[in-house]
């Protein structure tokens, strides 16, 4: 049977299991463990994130599984890994009632609120010193999860506290839940856990980006993102989004019979450590234990300045009595228990009042209304204008000119109108009309039919092409510094410049003649612009500007042609064939390529020196490291990690991210921590120096 501990032998086994893949000789007799290897990978990747295999294995293994219970369907058991797979749609999530009422947490904000929380659990209990358990306040969606004899029997999302959503089908796509706990080990029947179901910053952004390649508004922060998700009909699709958990509470629990309390159940801490080792993702590493409550004002303190650096978000610190007899002692409220209290962090939502609406048209001719704010700091950072995306967005939010704005900036992500406060409306607000030309250059609008985007079609529009020229000079696209959105507009606006091609033709001695440009900065934008020439290939394919083509669909482009001009043969179909493209995305790409103008643009930009050809995938195929994997861990004596991570490219070699049993080599540096350590125990890795390295791409 699974548990988090045996980890050598089940790694043991799964080198086994792997063999047996290979020999076609599984035994059906052997199910039970080959879900408890994989059970064993998903609790490394998902709640360690350590795994020990490779994706491939794992994908292996999990297929095999697959085939034998298809196979022998009478093998399923409700926890197998491949029943968290639900097929067709959920018609509806039924109202359940919580087995104990979710309550929420009572707020504070600085440390005199701590203080005063303390003050009233010390005269309430008698004690001179209470000891409390402080865990982050992840900021998601809460959920409600019930197990019946070991198994995940129900999921629910809070609602009013006292009846929730049963949402079970999505909970069981979250990977880092079990499906199935021996809780029967600790003598618990029935159990009730609460948490929060987040997604991480990193896929937030994925899916935001996704979002907007489609002309889509982006969701204003995570928390909305994972709570939406959870209630998603279609399971197949909450599964993609990668939601995570984290459990932190044990709500409710019945015994087996004749069994007694277990210890682990007599503190939070301790409860929490339980948790961790049936498998579950509790705050395990993050919680700690305070006699008195000035460690814990200092420790809130500390982890709001590492509040940035978590890969999720969490919008304060919970601090609970960790004695559950004290507990009891201090009970509840109807809102809120009196032995726990939050600690939020600086607030990363204001408000403030849209004062006018501005609309700009965009290099894709896109025109997007911008509500000027009066301005405002949320998290730092002083906002006095934001995006409203499009006319139904205005419409659905149903914000006016004079509106109070209720805003956020959730971490990195750019801030957000969340909803206008029509509440404190004076009746003087005004609505927002859309132009029907174009503010630039005065041509009728277009919107498509299932767009919600108004269009100026006129590809001469001169907002449209500064645009483009921004967005191909940019750090993500052709990264030429020095170039910058304002020094677009000044050359464009003087007539120096007036296309793409124009970048690579630009006239530096008029420029040297403008006011504020010495020899110094037009050497740099010199060197910048000569330098942007041999960006790779999917650099130039998204700094082209097609619509619906992100960074990510730039490399998916970018790697199936040997010439960009190649894509002037590819059909509708053939570029759906390529991934995670649809006919949306093939439809824009075909229509750029189907341009002649476009054609001839790109046709001067390879004659002024610009690569179009994909060298690597030129060199790939034939290089001396083909099929070889490498990672790069410490300080190397001479070469940067990127100098030396694309040698191994350029002969053909691929990079890995982690070391697993799929790496060939991993090239050692000064300082090599965990990744040397795990290599050197998997045994089959070659571990080598920067001069081994170099003699092995052929530059010694
Ligand atoms: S304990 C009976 N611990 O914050 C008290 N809640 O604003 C149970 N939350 O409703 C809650 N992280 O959804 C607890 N470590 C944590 C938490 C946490 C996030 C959520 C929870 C609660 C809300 C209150």
Not at 39 to 58: K, M, T, V
Not at 68 to 86: F, M, N
Not at 104 to 128: H, I, M, Q, V
Not at 340 to 362: C, D, H, M, P, W
Request: glycine share 8%; aromatic share 8%; hydrophobic share 35%.
């Amino acid at each position: 049977m699974y548990s988090p501990q045996n980890a050598k032998e089940l790694q043991k086994e799964t080198i086994s299991f792997l063999k047996k893949v290979k020999e076609s000789t599984f035994d059906t007799k052997d199910i039970e463990q080959l879900r408890s290897i994989l059970r064993f990978h998903e609790y490394r990747y998902y709640i360690l994130n350590d795994p020990l295999i490779s994706d491939f294995e794992y994908d292996q293994l999990y297929k095999l599984l697959e085939k034998t219970e298809a196979e022998h369907p009478k093998l399923i058991t409700a926890d197998s890994p491949t029943q968290r797979v639900a097929k067709g749609l959920t018609k509806a999530f039924p109202t359940v009632q919580h087995l104990v009422p979710m309550l929420s947490l009572d707020n504070s904000y600085n440390s005199d609120d701590l203080l005063d929380f303390d003050r009233k659990a010390r005269e309430a209990t008698g004690l001179d010193k209470i000891e409390y358990c402080v865990e982050p306040k992840f900021d998601g969606g809460s959920i409600s999860l019930i197990y019946e004899n070991d198994l995940l029997t129900r999921g629910a999302t809070r609602g009013d506290g006292v009846e929730g959503e049963e949402v079970t089908t999505n909970v069981k796509q979250i990977r880092s839940l079990p499906l199935s706990a021996k809780f029967s080990d600790y003598g618990l029947q029935q159990i009730e856990i609460r948490g929060e179901v987040l997604i991480n910053k990193n896929n937030f952004k994925k899916y935001n980006e996704a979002l907007m390649e489609q002309g889509i508004p982006p969701l204003a922060n995570p928390r909305n993102a994972a709570a939406g998700t959870l209630r998603i009909k279609d399971p197949s699709e909450a599964g993609k989004r990668n939601l995570e958990a984290f459990v932190y509470h044990i709500s409710y629990y019945s015994l087996a019979r004749g069994k007694k309390v277990p210890d682990e159940l007599t503190n939070h801490s301790n409860s929490i450590k339980l948790l961790w080792d049936l498998g579950f993702r509790s705050p395990e590493k993050e919680r700690k234990i305070f006699k008195g409550i000035e460690g814990v004002i200092k420790f809130c303190n500390e982890f709001e300045e590492k509040r940035d650096d978590l890969p999720y978000e969490i919008d304060g610190m919970v601090i609970k009595v960790n004695d559950f007899a004290l507990q009891d002692k201090l009970g509840m409220t109807s809102h809120h228990p009196r032995w726990a209290i939050a600690y939020k962090f600086k607030a990363r939502q204001a408000t403030s009042k849209l004062l006018n609406v501005e609309f700009q048209v965009g290099r894709t001719g896109a025109v997007t209304p911008v509500a000027k704010l009066e301005p405002v700091a949320v998290g730092g950072v002083t906002v006095s204008s934001i995006s409203i995306h499009n006319e139904d967005y205005i419409k659905e939010k149903d914000l006016r000119i004079g509106d109070a704005v209720l805003i956020e900036r959730a971490g990195d992500v750019i801030p957000q109108i969340v909803k206008s406060l029509a509440d404190v409306r004076t009746g003087h607000e005004k609505k927002i009309h859309f132009p029907k030309t174009c503010p630039v250059c005065e041509s009728k609008l277009f919107k498509e039919e299932e767009e919600a985007v108004w269009r100026c079609i006129n590809i001469e529009c001169p907002a449209q092409v500064v645009e483009r020229i921004i967005h191909f000079v940019s750090k993500d696209a052709m990264d030429i510094r020095g170039f910058g959105e304002a020094n677009v507009r000044k050359f464009y606006e003087l007539g120096l410049l007036k296309d793409v091609p124009g970048i690579y033709k630009i006239d530096f001695k008029k420029i040297s003649e403008l006011e504020g440009f010495g020899q110094k900065s037009i050497d740099n934008l010199q060197a910048a612009i000569e330098g942007s020439k041999t960006q790779p290939l999917h650099r130039l394919i998204y700094a082209l500007g097609i619509r619906f083509v992100g960074e990510t669909t730039a490399k998916t482009l970018a790697q199936a042609v040997n010439h960009l001009l190649d894509f002037k043969g590819y059909t509708l179909e053939s570029l759906q064939n390529l991934e995670d493209i649809g006919p949306k995305v093939a439809g824009s790409i075909h229509h750029f390529f189907s341009s002649k103008d476009n054609i001839k643009m790109l046709e001067e930009l390879e004659k002024l020196g610009l690569t179009l050809k994909n060298e690597k995938k030129e060199l790939k195929s034939g290089g001396s490291l083909t099929g070889q994997t490498f990672l790069f861990t410490g300080t190397l004596p001479t070469l940067k990690r990127s100098e030396a991570e694309a040698m191994a490219e350029t002969q053909g070699g691929q990079i890995l991210s982690g070391v697993s049993a799929k790496l060939n080599y991993l090239v050692v540096g000064e300082d090599a921590g965990s990744k040397l350590d795990k290599a050197k125990k998997l045994n089959t890795v070659k571990i080598i120096s920067e001069d081994e390295f170099l003699k092995l791409v052929g530059k010694k």
